[in-house]
């Protein structure tokens, strides 16, 4: 018997930056009841709202899904783990906050294969409406948003010698990844406000949860849409570990994520028929490109030794860190209230290429860098971690269930480097690190590279290097793919092809993967939906044919 949750206007499954922001839309004016659930529990931890600690929020396994990885066949059959949040906030509860929209040229791609209304042109609106950027209002950016894009400062060594050094390259220094110019180095932003991490369910979900008409339920995760005559009219799921059910007026909205998604469509009997049935669930509507196309940006990580003490780990020292630590709890302020990035570039690796392919990230600290005191725990030591980015994937992966039970996680195959034309972005990128870091003054920062070392030279040695290194940026899309075609799985206002009352808002509707983070494209992605499901309300109103 499952408890009864009521009656809704709408229906969202998951909290995440996407769900947050449809749902804080759908009821900020007061005329719609909504519904959001949430798998995981409340977000309200100092782990979470800590900048610095990121990493170790990501790694937290109460605050995630815990996803690894099928054995990945062209990178040494590793599982490589997958995070997912857990928790109301979802990914943006763990993410690095770097806010990034990727590349205009991305989105006009996406038009021109058939997705009306998602050009940059398009989606740039939508981009502005979420944000008060700190550079102010202006043709790119907004100033009345949501949601704080914060300043990252520089620091005084690292950044100036990256720069010049890529200077002296022949790349370009500019003020703003998202102006008119989006190709070269500088810093990134961050979605930080007060010092602290402002995600969407921080900035945008928790003030509308004082409305009466928006409700919360955290450990409830979803288990299946139902379907009557092809429309979507009810949820089952989970609500602290009991049968529970709620009824949807209008439409349920499914904003999982890329891998829960079209986990969740396919156990409710919408995907691939053949895989459906091989697991003993009813086909209510074959849609064949559901868990399909998945996409995530392949990422390494190179390893200098620093030439000094002037990286993050020197803030690490259990008695600066513990003063930092209180200067971040009264004041917001500090180095704990944001984060070691040193500089960022998005650049062209070779002759050709229309956009950026490599997003190069470097980090004055080594990723598994701890608190230490002289004396009773040995500091990790100076080093520089170069993250290479690949913006462009060309091999693609796909979600598959591993039974018919819902709370079973599905089977995540990456199929990082299957494409020959990855493998040859990673040496390009492994060679172009090297040079950037051999070239003055950047060159003055390092003592040796420990990783891969200088004994890895020739294509096979590399290749070997980045089996055995890939993992991603932790950015999967595309499984739910927008568009017109056969393996399309949503239309351009985000209505799951052949069924009524039912759309998917989050990254999984990318018809392919943008060129950089994707936090602040699924903020944008339901700040257009919101816009779209509303107006198919006033369409249906007054009787329009545009009517959902």
């Not at 499914?254 to 669930?281: K, Q, W, Y």
Request: net charge neutral; hydrophobic share 40%; glycine share 10%.
């Amino acid at each position: 018997m499952r408890t009864d949750c009521g009656d809704f206007d709408y229906i969202i499954v998951g909290s995440g930056s996407a769900g947050a922001v449809v749902a804080s839309r759908l009821a900020e004016d007061g005329k719609r009841s909504v519904l959001l659930l949430e798998a995981g529990k409340s977000d309200r931890r100092e782990i979470i709202d800590m900048p610095v600690a990121w990493f170790k929020a990501m790694r937290t396994p109460d605050i995630g899904w815990g996803y690894l990885s099928e054995p990945e066949p062209f990178a040494n059959d590793r599982r490589i783990p997958a995070p997912r949040g857990k928790v109301v906030g979802g990914c943006a509860a763990i993410n690095g906050m770097m806010y990034s929209r990727g590349n205009p040229r991305d989105y006009d791609d996406w038009a021109q294969g058939g997705c009306t209304g998602w050009s940059f042109a398009d989606v740039l609106p939508y981009f502005r409406k979420s944000e008060t950027n700190w550079r102010g209002g202006s043709e790119y950016h907004g100033d009345d948003g949501p949601i704080t894009v914060a300043r990252h400062q520089s620091d005084d060594t690292v950044f100036p010698a990256i720069m010049d050094a890529a200077r002296a390259l022949g790349d370009k220094a500019i003020d703003d990844f998202h102006g008119a110019d989006t190709e070269g180095w500088s810093v990134p932003d961050f979605t930080i406000h007060g010092g602290k991490r402002g995600s969407p369910a921080a900035r945008m979900l928790r003030p509308a949860l004082k409305q009466q008409n928006l409700r919360l339920l955290t450990d409830a995760l979803a288990e299946r849409v139902v379907l009557d005559h092809g429309r979507a009219t009810a949820l089952e799921f989970r609500l602290g570990g009991e049968p529970a059910r709620a009824t949807a007026r209008r439409e349920i909205i499914v904003c999982a994520g890329a891998f829960n998604t079209p986990h969740l469509l396919m156990h409710s009997g919408i995907g691939p028929a053949e895989h459906l049935r091989d697991h003993g669930i009813a086909v209510l509507h074959d849609l064949p490109g559901v868990g399909e196309n998945l996409q995530d940006h392949a990422s390494i990580g190179i390893l200098f030794e620093a030439s000094g003490g002037f990286t993050f780990d020197r803030e690490l020292r259990a008695d600066r860190f513990a003063l930092s630590l209180l200067r971040w709890k009264l004041l917001g302020k500090g180095p704990l209230a944001g984060l070691p990035v040193g500089a960022q570039g998005f650049l062209r690796t070779r002759e050709g290429l229309d956009r950026p392919d490599l997003q190069l990230l470097v980090s004055p600290v080594a990723m598994d860098a701890h608190i230490w005191f002289p004396g009773l725990k040995k500091a990790r030591g100076d080093y520089l971690t170069i993250a290479n980015v690949l913006l462009n994937p060309q091999s693609k992966g796909r979600i598959r269930l591993k039974s018919a039970d819902p709370l079973d996680l599905p089977a995540v195959h990456l199929n990082l480097l299957q494409s020959p034309a990855d493998r040859q972005s990673f040496r390009r990128f492994v060679r172009f690190t090297r040079k950037l870091l051999a070239t003055e003054p950047a060159s003055g920062l390092v003592k040796r590279e420990v990783s891969p070392g200088p004994d890895v030279q020739s294509d096979d040695e590399i290749d070997a290097f980045v089996r055995g290194a890939v993992g991603t940026a932790m950015h999967p899309t595309s499984t739910c793919a927008m568009g017109t075609g056969s393996m399309a799985v949503v239309d351009p206002q985000l209505r799951v092809h052949g069924t009524a009352g039912l759309r998917v808002v989050d990254c999984s509707v990318m018809p392919n993967i943008v060129g950089g983070n994707t936090n602040a494209p699924a903020i944008m992605i339901a700040e257009k939906a919101a816009d779209m499901i509303i107006a198919a309300e006033r369409a249906q109103a007054t009787g329009s044919k545009e009517a959902a």
